[in-house]
C-alpha cells in the first residue's frame, strides 16, 4: 500500500471510475492506525465519539476541544487516509465567521484535511464561506444526529416522494456550495441511489444502501465494542467486545491464582548481587 496521502483528488477519480470509496471513524491513534494500515481511503474523526468514547447519550453535548483532542490523536497515528474532523453542535450554525474559524481549528491544530458538517440547503453559506477560506468540507444530510430533538429520533429520512426530493435539492444545493463529498444517513436506498447518479461529487452512505459512491461505519460498531445499540444499518465483523472481555477475566482469575507474572514475565539480578542486598537486609 503507497504511504502517499489520499486526496480529494483520488476520492473524485474513484466515483467516475466507478469504484468505492471506503470510510471508517477513527478516535485516537490506536484506532486510526489499525484503520489506516487497513488501507481504508478516509478516516473521519465523527462526532460520534460522544457516545462511544465519552458515554453521552448523543452526540449533541460534544465540543470543540473534544473533537480537536482526538483529532490529533488520531491524526498521529495515520500516513495514508485522508483526514476529516466532524465539525460538532454550535461550533458552525451560530455565524459564518465563527464556523470558519472552527473549521480552521480542525487544520491547524488537529491535522486534519477537511472538516464535515450537517445540514442541507439552510447549510449552503455556511459552506461556501468555509470552503471559499480554502477548507474542503464534507456534508451530511438525511438524518443528522446533531438535530435528532427536530427530526423526533433517529428515523429514516427521504421515505415520501416530497421529503426525497428535498435532499435532492439539499444534495445538489451542497454540492454547489462546494462540498467535495456528501453524506447520506438513513436514507431509503433507491432515494441515496437517484441522489447519487444525479450529483458530481461522491456521496458517501450510511444506512443508505450500496447506490451510493461509498460507504462509511463506525469503528466501535463494526467491530463489537459498543453495544448499547445497533442500528439496522451496522455490519459487524468482529466482536472484539467478547474478545477484550474474555482476556480482561483470564488476566484477573490468573492474578489471583498468582499464576501471573510467571517466571518468563520477571526480571532476575546475578547471584551475587542478590546475596550481597538480601545480606544488607539481614535476611
Known amino acids: ?43 473521519l474523526v465523527g462526532d460520534s465519539l460522544g457516545m462511544v468514547m465519552l458515554g453521552l447519550e448523543s452526540t449533541v453535548p460534544v465540543t470543540m476541544d473534544e473533537m480537536v483532542h482526538h483529532a490529533k490523536a488520531a491524526a498521529r ?15 458552525y450554525q451560530a455565524s459564518r465567521t465563527e464556523a470558519v474559524r472552527n473549521a480552521g481549528r480542525f487544520l491547524k491544530e488537529g491535522g486534519m484535511g477537511a472538516v464535515k458538517l450537517e445540514g442541507g440547503r439552510t447549510m449552503a453559506d455556511t459552506v461556501r464561506a468555509i470552503a471559499d477560506a480554502g477548507i474542503p468540507v464534507m456534508g451530511h444530510i438525511g438524518l443528522t444526529p446533531q438535530s435528532i ?8 429520512q427521504g421515505k415520501t416522494a416530497p421529503a426525497a426530493l428535498g435532499l435532492l ?24 441511489s437517484a441522489i447519487s447518479r444525479r450529483l458530481s461529487v461522491p456521496t458517501i452512505g450510511i444506512g443508505a444502501g450500496a447506490g451510493c459512491d461509498g460507504q462509511v461505519l463506525v469503528y466501535h460498531d463494526m467491530l463489537g465494542l459498543f453495544d448499547d445499540f445497533q442500528p439496522r444499518f451496522v455490519k459487524r465483523y468482529a466482536n472484539l467486545g467478547e474478545t477484550i472481555h474474555g ?9 489471583e491464582a498468582r499464576r501471573f507474572p510467571a517466571e518468563e514475565h520477571t526480571y532476575a539480578m546475578p547471584d551475587d548481587e542478590l546475596a550481597s542486598f538480601l545480606e544488607t537486609l539481614g535476611d
Open 149 to 156: 430533538s427536530r427530526l423526533g429520533g433517529y428515523r429514516v
Open 169 to 192: 435539492e439539499d444534495a445538489r444545493a451542497l454540492e454547489a456550495a462546494g462540498c467535495f463529498s456528501i453524506v447520506l444517513e438513513s436514507v431509503p436506498a433507491a432515494v441515496a
Open 247 to 255: 482476556a480482561l477475566t483470564a488476566y484477573r482469575e490468573d492474578v
Open 1 to 43: 500500500m503507497s504511504t502517499k496521502r489520499f486526496t480529494l483528488q483520488e476520492l473524485q477519480a474513484k466515483k467516475d471510475a466507478g469504484r468505492p470509496i471506503t470510510v471508517v471513524t477513527a478516535y485516537d491513534l490506536s484506532s486510526a492506525r489499525l484503520v489506516d494500515r487497513a488501507g481504508i481511503d478516509v478516516i
Open 77 to 91: 497515528g495515520a500516513d495514508h487516509a485522508l483526514l476529516v474532523g466532524d465539525m460538532p453542535f454550535l461550533s
